[in-house]
């Protein structure tokens, strides 16, 4: 459709994606089908308004003719419309009454206009905010099904434009190239037309510019392509470094990064400029190069024009009325031969979207649900190997963890330790071995079940900027209110509470930027408090914190930790002395394992660490 739509300008091939995000507009096949007709009455009134100029001209300004308009012989179509055709020409211009006819007549037609630009440039405007709110509910839904690998591998500004920009361009510009397509090739046909009736051989001359204008847009079609996707490209690059200025503000200003952050904006800035700039050139060029095409086809015209009527071939009206048709043919024409960016661009936001669209899905085989977890834990000969690292993350990991038993691991960074945890709730997959939990695979487990299982508290702690209530019941949706006030009471949060007007309903700002280091790991052990997983994941939880919030969330931890399976990876051997077991890694593997005591009686490589813990 779009091939044919612009007479081979673009491909099958270039119009792919974008037919595909036509999906999204179909449903509003009626609205569309209304614009169209009023797109065709645009259409129809732009052509009749320049075949009005002849006989103004011709019929306007002579003496009324007062006789009456012959019957019909009625012997065919052609003579039955011919009639009715002179009737209506003669109540217009044939009578006394075209004083005031004529003018009425003539803004009527401009009124109708009016009303079909109103009615088609809304319709598809309403359907355009609509399918892009729908897309745009999709990739966020197809967000939320990826994998944790495409959140590591992609930046968050990457997905921004996607979901902003590319999103908006894909729709709005295809509504926008829909109306200019439709109206604007409506209108040269139809002024077209009315040059055939008035003078078809001037009308040749004229329609030697059309190839002629297609080629220009063909050249800059592809001369365009690759700027225009660099520039899509440069506005994702933008959006990352606006944004990671904007999460790690403290880090710009703690080691004076504001030169550093001003020139990577800088340059990803000039980029975008360099490039908007050689899109700009190209348009202003073209402009100019399209007028003195249809300037030079209207000198000719003028020209022959001229000596036709030095022979009596035309008339002052026909004349007149082919050059305003003529004239108004160049802005849509214009229009037309303009097309190929605002679609070039189309096409490649369209692309880009699918391409998001298409990414592979986090994999959930599983179809088993489980119900009541005991906790028992296994490990069995895993590795894991990243792509962009030479060495296995775990190499023949095997481990056995028993139901309520507290389980550390520990090792120098680059261990493994954090891969092992990562492992369970499949946020990293492995490339060998499986891992059960009590028995059962936990690729066979609905991955949605399975991560109900779980709770974790990282030193990464994330909250969302909502109110301190929101944030605690994110992981109990249904929890009341009393239920969040006892999390965050045994998460030693009562006097945050107390303290501010608004208690469980205060504002926390981005990511909890109103609270204290400690106060954020604890909304964040309240918030699994509540979600009452049976298997608790600790990730360093206390690694960044003074002593005094050390002690405080430790507390929170202890009570968190009661009757639950625990994992915990530390890198303060202090805070894991009470463990059960000690599992010491290093390089991927266990090298050693052990309750506290005894790994000290080793004197091996747990004990070199405790004295190194000590010493700091």
Known sequence: MIH????????????????????????????????????IGVAFTESYLAAFIAPLVNQGFAIPDTRETPLPAFDGIAATLKY??????????????????????????VIFRGICRFISQYMMSWVSIVAISHLRRD?????????SSYYQNTSSGHVLMNMVQMADSSINN??????????????????????????????????????????????YRDKLKDIINNAQLSIGSLNNTVNETHQGHRVVKLFGGQAQAAKRFGQVNDTIVR???????????????????GSSALAVVIFIALWQSQQGLTTIGEFMAFIVAMMQMFGPIKNL???SIPMQTMFLAADSVCQFLDEKNEENRGTIRLNQVVGNLHFENIDVQYASESKKALDNFNLSIQAGEKIALVGRSGSGKTTAVNLLPRFVQPTAGKITIDGVDINDIEIGNLRTQFALVSQDTFLFDDTLFENVRYSSPQASEEQVRQALHAANLSTLIEQHPLGLHQPIGANGSQLSGGQRQRVSIARAILKDAPILLLDEATSALDNESEKLVQQALERLMAGRTSIIVAHRLSTIE??????????????????????????????????LDMSK
């Open 337 to 339: 031969a303009n097309i």
């Open 578 to 611: 009470q463990a059960d077991r000690i599992i010491v890694m290093d390089e991927g593997k266990i090298i050693e394992e052990g309750s506290h005591q005894q790994l000290l009686a080793k004197n091996g490589y747990y004990a070199r660490l405790q004295s």
């Open 275 to 293: 490039l908007s700039k050689k899109i700009t050139q190209a348009s202003a060029t073209r402009s100019p190069v399209s007028e003195i095409i």
């Open 4 to 39: 044919k739509l612009t007479f081979g300008l673009f491909s099958k091939k270039d119009a792919e994606s974008f037919m595909r995000l036509m999906g999204y507009v179909k449903p509003y096949k009626a609205r569309i089908f209304l614009a169209l007709l009023a797109i």
């Open 174 to 219: 295809g509504s926008e190239v829909f109306i200019v397509l439709t109206r604007d090739t409506l209108i040269v046909l139809g002024l077209t037309f009315v040059l055939f009736y008035l003078n078809w051989q001037l009308t040749l001359i004229v329609l030697i510019m059309f190839p002629i204008l297609s080629w220009l847009s063909r050249y």
């Open 139 to 147: 990739m966020f839904d197809k967000m939320l099904d990826l994998p």
């Open 84 to 109: 009715y055709k002179d009737v209506m020409q003669h109540a217009i211009w044939g009578t006394e009454n075209k004083v005031w006819i004529v003018p009425l007549f003539f803004m009527g037609l």
